[in-house]
């Protein structure tokens, strides 16, 4: 089933690559932006990558207002603000989060100690929305670099309600070939968003693009 997804901040890498895949596999995706333009020439890059016209660009406002599915992919710093500026388009949507509030110092990267998750804080400030933590661990170069299922990955899913989980898990398909594992409920993306911290530090260490893999699952 084509689904119509918008992607908030997809200007930015995670935004880029996730709108691909999702675009890559059938999907009708616009991409948001604080600037109109700056979405458009973000999706013209994309539409090149893929051969195809599939993806458009417009403000976030006007992106989310004409999706059934939200990716938001802005970073943690004026996260509030911008999820309260749409709370209207939000209303009633599907919102898939892959927000990590990291912070970096002199020891590298480490997950914000915070009283709920960013996935939580947009569910608390728009509570029609049906949130749902994913991607957050899937690198945004690996994405972009080939149009391959990146099969060795597997999609963490979070989130209270089941059937919108349901839809992200297969959705997660668009990314690494396989359905999305279910990781339980949202107040879990609490310990799902500062792991990234982790991937990133072994990512300098190890000069590669790590991601997550679960041994022990299988799906039925
Ligand atoms: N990069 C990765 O490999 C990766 C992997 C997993 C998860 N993530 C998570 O995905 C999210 C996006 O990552 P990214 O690297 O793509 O981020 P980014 O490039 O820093 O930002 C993405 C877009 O967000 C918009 N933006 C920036 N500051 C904003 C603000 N204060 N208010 C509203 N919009 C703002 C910008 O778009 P406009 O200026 O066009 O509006 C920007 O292009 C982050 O939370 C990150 O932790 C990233």
Known sequence: MSLNISVVGGTGPQGRGLAYRFALSGHAVTIGSR????????????N?????SSVSGATNADAVQASDIVLLAVPWDGHADLVLGLSEQLAGKLVISCVNPLGFDQDGPFGLVLEESAAQETQRLVPTARVVGAFHHVAALSLWKTPDPLSHD????CGDDADAKDVVQDLAASV??????DAGALRLARQLEPLTAVLISMNKRY????????????QG
């Open 154 to 157: 597997d999609v963490l899913v």
């Open 35 to 46: 600037d109109a333009t700056r979405a458009q020439e973000k999706a013209d890059e994309i």
């Open 207 to 218: 000069k590669t693009r790590s991601g997550v893999a679960v041994t022990g699952v299988e």
């Open 48 to 52: 090149v990558k893929l051969g195809a």
């Open 176 to 181: 690494t070939g396989k359905r999305g594992i």
